[in-house]
T-cell receptor, first 112, second 113 residues
Framework: TQLLEQSPQFLSIQEGENLTVYCNSS?????LQWYRQEPGEGPVLLVT?????EVKKLKRLTFQFGDARKDSSLHITAAQPGDTGLYLC????????????FGSGTQLTVLP | IAGITQAPTSQILAAGRRMTLRCTQD?????MYWYRQDLGLGLRLIHY???????GKGEVPDGYSVSRANTDDFPLTLASAVPSQTSVYFC????????????FGNGTRLTVT
């Protein structure tokens, strides 16, 4: 059982459409990060959220941390082919010395 | 700009053979990590090191060993490879300050036959 569940696992959309991917857990996290990974490369950090209810924007990407710090979402507005990639959430469990835990990822394909 | 360098890029290995995956960073980060990435399972932590001279077990450590003789290098060894160790292996490092991000290498694709 994954500590962090991501949905959907796969998403294929047309250029210009909006989309949301989700990262959910039954555990409380002190912080949560979103990474994007392109083929043949390692993941690259997009954003870190640390406060319950926090919203961060990165151009057309909007990240939200749930009020209870158990879930997060990534919303992309007017998706472009350059947004194609594997999106991974990763979190640190609150009050634990456990290392960063990754979700299973959402593979996004944006078709021109 | 180097960051994290992993070698080899890919390898096909016969079961039972010994293999060391190399990882070097030039950012002087204290913490280093080894992950394996398998379809549908995301990234799973194998071993980590918070500072030179120390190592710790991650989520899936069995069949793997690591050493951290200095700050820059963090090799991962498979003593006797098995087919279930077929995966893409990523090395990462980070500053041990707050929520500093992981910096990843480009991975080693390992196939055990």
């Amino acid at each position: 059982t994954q500590l962090l569940e991501q949905s959907p696992q796969f998403l294929s959309i047309q250029e210009g459409e909006n989309l949301t991917v989700y990262c959910n857990s039954s555990s409380v996290f002190s912080s949560l990060q979103w990474y994007r990974q392109e083929p043949g490369e390692g993941p690259v950090l997009l954003v870190t959220v640390v406060t319950g209810g926090e919203v961060k924007k990165l151009k057309r990407l909007t990240f939200q941390f749930g009020d209870a710090r158990k879930d997060s979402s990534l919303h992309i507005t007017a998706a472009q082919p350059g947004d194609t990639g594997l999106y991974l959430c990763a979190g640190r469990i609150s009050g634990s010395a456990r290392q960063l835990t990754f979700g299973s990822g959402t593979q996004l394909t944006v078709l021109p | 700009i180097a960051g994290i360098t992993q070698a080899p890029t890919s390898q096909i290995l016969a079961a039972g053979r010994r293999m060391t995956l190399r990882c070097t960073q030039d950012m002087r980060h204290n913490a280093m990590y080894w992950y394996r990435q398998d379809l549908g399972l995301g990234l799973r932590l194998i071993h980590y090191s918070n500072t030179a001279g120390t190592t710790g077990k991650g989520e899936v450590p069995d069949g793997y060993s690591v050493s951290r003789a200095n700050t820059d290098d963090f090799p991962l060894t498979l003593a006797s490879a098995v087919p279930s160790q077929t995966s893409v292996y990523f090395c990462a490092s980070r500053e041990t300050v707050g929520n500093s991000p992981l910096h990843f290498g480009n991975g080693t694709r390992l196939t055990v036959t």
